[in-house]
């Protein structure tokens, strides 16, 4: 059984760039999370993707927007940076089949935006 | 919409026992969770209860949850240097679709 992976691990851009940043759930999970973590905060909910619609979203603009594809693995697509998103991205995978819907987390990865 | 709130810093020496605390605002939530981060990682799901039980122990673990106070605590038996981390309690919201984490607790621990 694989884990979350992400890619890529780290990723420097500049301001009014784009970036995609790509995630692989774990084996078995429908379901795939986005949370951005700044330094020194806990995570913030993004998007939720399930069966390739997105199924909730927190309080981050339109710039920031999201894809799943048929093998469940996703991508966070952010437009327009802004030197406040540099931060760790979290990708988490469950399966929202079982009652529990526990995530797991992939490594993150960590976006400078200079 | 919820809140959850953690100390920012717990230090003990390596052996003795180790709490960290949460706390958190939405009663209707099934499960509870604690997530450990090491430096530059992502987040380790180390436990979780069910919102029915007042504690769960799982080897050096041990979780008490609180309903009536709304009050979520991590006990580490035996610390050890290599649980130094950062530890988060997160609440799912009612859809269960979305996690709110805490701001995450430094647990340092000294030889």
């Known amino acids: 059984e694989t884990g979350v992976t992400q890619s890529p691990t780290h990723l420097i851009k500049t301001r009014g760039q784009q970036v995609t940043l790509r995630c692989s759930s774990q084996s078995g999970h429908n379901t795939v999370s986005w949370y951005q973590q700044a330094l020194g905060q806990g995570p913030q909910f993004i998007f939720q993707y399930y069966r390739e619609e997105e199924n909730g979203r927190g309080n981050f603009p339109p710039r920031f927007s999201g894809l799943q594809f048929p093998n469940y693995s996703s991508e966070l697509n952010v437009n327009a940076l802004e030197l406040d998103d540099s931060a760790l991205y979290l990708c988490a995978s469950s399966d929202s089949g079982l009652t529990t819907d526990t995530q797991y987390f992939g490594p993150g990865t960590r976006l400078t935006v200079l | 919409g919820e809140d959850v709130e953690q100390s920012l810093f717990l230090s003990v020496r390596e052996g003795d026992s180790s709490v960290i605390n949460c706390t958190y605002t939405?009663?209707?939530?099934?499960?509870l969770y604690w997530y450990k981060q090491e430096p530059g990682a992502g987040l380790q799901l180390l436990t979780y209860i069910f919102s029915n039980m007042d504690m769960k122990q799982d080897q050096r673990l041990t979780v008490l949850l609180n309903k009536k106070d709304k009050h979520l605590s991590l006990r580490i038996a035996d610390t050890q240097t290599g649980d130094s981390a950062i530890y988060f309690c997160?609440?799912?919201?009612?859809?269960?679709?979305?996690?709110?984490f805490g701001g995450g607790t430094r647990l340092m621990v000294k030889p």
């Open positions: 939405d009663s209707s939530s099934t499960y």
């Open positions: 997160a609440v799912p919201n009612n859809a269960g679709n979305m996690l709110t």
